[in-house]
């Protein structure tokens, strides 16, 4: 099974949608977790981490779940440059820094 | 804000050649360095960890005499793929935690390289 697993995707929607990705990991013992976007061939830039009360960042929200060891990104309002590869992340348990990348979830936003 | 150099940002060799791919941090001390290796439409995967002026450690199924990783300073990590051949060929992105008390779940991603090898 993978450290870190999310919908396969890609995702395509019309602008304004909201759009929703999921992902789970492995590892019960996990501290850490973030969501990062990265466009084609470009490094992946942090979206925002994960909390487990739920944080939200203008029309993202993302939610932990550390029960059933699950973790979300929701976008309202897509926009055009939403567009790329979400990446769910997680760090390796008392390995501070080693980051665990899920394989990414494509989201495609039309006009 | 904290900033990873890496290069080259392409480079396309003949089978059978050397690659050496260099991460400097710019404005900060790097004791760790992450290496990465990212195949088309797939995840970014571990390759490595490398800690100032000890041996990197390398994740199963990574071979450690394929993929030299040297961290000889603060601001300078290289990964150098040796002997190169056509399934070698991916992205390759270095990421470094910084030293200045930021939570090290921040990481600073270097832009990547992106290796052909013909």
């Known amino acids: 099974r993978k450290e870190v697993e999310q919908d396969p995707g890609p995702f395509n929607v019309p602008e304004g949608a909201t759009v929703a990705f999921n992902c789970t990991y492995s590892?019960?013992?996990?501290?850490?977790f973030f969501w990062y976007r990265q466009d084609c061939r470009k490094e992946p830039k942090l979206l925002m981490s994960v909390y487990s009360s739920g944080n939200e960042d203008g029309r993202f929200t993302a939610q932990l779940n550390r029960a059933s060891q699950y973790i979300s990104l929701l976008i309202r309002d897509s926009k055009l440059s939403d567009s790329a590869t979400y990446l769910c992340?997680?760090?390796?348990?008392?390995?501070?820094?080693?980051?665990?990348f899920g394989q990414g979830t494509e989201l495609s936003v039309k006009p | 804000g904290a900033v990873v150099s890496q290069h080259p940002s392409w480079v396309i060799c003949k089978s059978g050649t050397s690659v050496k791919i260099e991460c400097r941090s710019l404005?900060?001390?790097?004791?760790?360095m992450f290496w990465y290796r990212q195949f088309p439409k797939q995840s970014l995967m571990l390759m490595a960890t490398?800690?100032?002026?000890?041996?990197?450690?390398?994740e199963q199924g990574v071979e450690k005499d394929k993929f030299l990783i040297n961290h000889a300073s603060l601001t300078l990590s290289t990964l150098t793929v040796t002997s190169a051949h056509p399934e070698d060929s991916s992205f390759y992105i270095c990421?470094?935690?910084?030293?200045?008390?930021?939570?090290?779940?921040?990481?600073?991603f270097g832009s990547g390289t992106q290796l052909s090898v013909l």
């Open positions: 490398s800690n100032e002026g000890s041996k990197a450690t390398y």
């Open positions: 992340v997680v760090n390796r348990a008392n390995q501070g820094g080693k980051l665990i």
């Open positions: 990421s470094a935690t910084s030293d200045r008390g930021t939570t090290n779940e921040k990481l600073f």
């Open positions: 404005d900060f001390q790097a004791t760790t």
């Open positions: 590892n019960s013992a996990s501290q850490s």
